[in-house]
């Protein structure tokens, strides 16, 4: 095993590094990846207490020096320093607990992407009882952002500023197209209806997670999230006539 192997978590010092919360290095023999929350690893290859990153960061270096139980990192770029970090290794559980934190904050974003689906199907809906029913879950979806950002704030965290390119907010990145297109309606709901499912999923994952790590407060807050997701998505099963005619109105059909 060598010197460096292990999972480590990386906590920002100084210089023109950007906030490094959720940010972890993995370690294996002469190989290992910098990993920031919810995006790919970034691989570099392990040369005494050098990490050198590969192309196309070649010209980025980590230099570590033993400090108190872990490491003092310095970060350079064509051997120049231009910041400073610190190592700590991480146990079982404290792996766990970053784990858990990601989830959290991957719902945290959600969230906020979800409330421009709303205010997208509340924009193109005319009809009183599901516009009433939609003002409700927007409602339901803020609180359901705060009561992430409560949990984040629990463990010491903040929502982080990393917008996630893969995954459940991948999947929702699409829908600003649906605003400039026709049939908003329909397509709204569709993409409404399938973004409850993938907010369910993520929920029940976050739960488990959580229960592993013994937060039962945020399996609880996440069982009674997806309770609420749950009763969304059965609304527009419900109502799909209403949005199909909706839809082709849009288009001047009338049938």
Not at 6 to 20: Q, T
Not at 35 to 55: D, I, Q, S
Not at 163 to 169: E, P, T, Y
Not at 181 to 205: C, P, Q, V
Request: proline share 4%.
């Amino acid at each position: 095993m060598g010197e460096l192997d292990g999972v480590w978590a990386v906590d920002r010092v100084s210089g023109a590094l950007p906030p490094l919360y959720g940010v972890v290095k993995r370690i294996h023999g002469s190989r290992g990846t910098t990993e920031l929350p919810r995006l790919l690893g970034v691989p570099f290859a392990v040369r005494g207490r050098e990490l050198h990153y590969r192309p196309p960061f070649g010209a980025f270096v980590d230099k570590l020096e033993p400090e108190n139980g872990g490491y003092a990192g310095h970060a350079t770029v064509l051997g120049r320093e231009f910041g400073q970090f610190r190592l700590r290794r991480l146990d079982a559980m404290d792996q766990l607990t970053e784990q858990l934190i990601k989830h959290i904050d991957e719902a945290y974003s959600m969230e906020q992407n979800v409330l421009r689906l709303i205010d997208g199907m509340i924009s193109t809906t005319d009809d009183p009882q599901l516009l009433d029913a939609l003002e409700h879950h927007k409602l339901q979806t803020q609180r359901h952002s705060d009561l992430m950002a409560q949990r984040l704030e629990a463990h010491g965290a903040q929502p982080s500023t990393v917008k996630q390119i893969g995954g459940v907010l991948g999947a929702l990145a699409k829908l600003p197209l649906d605003f400039v297109r026709g049939e908003k309606a329909g397509r709204n709901a569709r993409d409404a209806y399938a973004t409850e499912h993938l907010e369910i999923a993520s929920y029940e994952l976050l739960r488990r997670i959580a229960q592993k790590a013994g937060d039962e407060q945020t399996a609880r807050v996440a069982q009674d999230i997806i309770l609420e997701e749950k009763a969304m998505a059965a609304l527009i099963e419900e109502n799909w006539d209403t949005f199909a005619e909706l839809s082709l109105r849009e288009e001047g059909i009338r049938v």
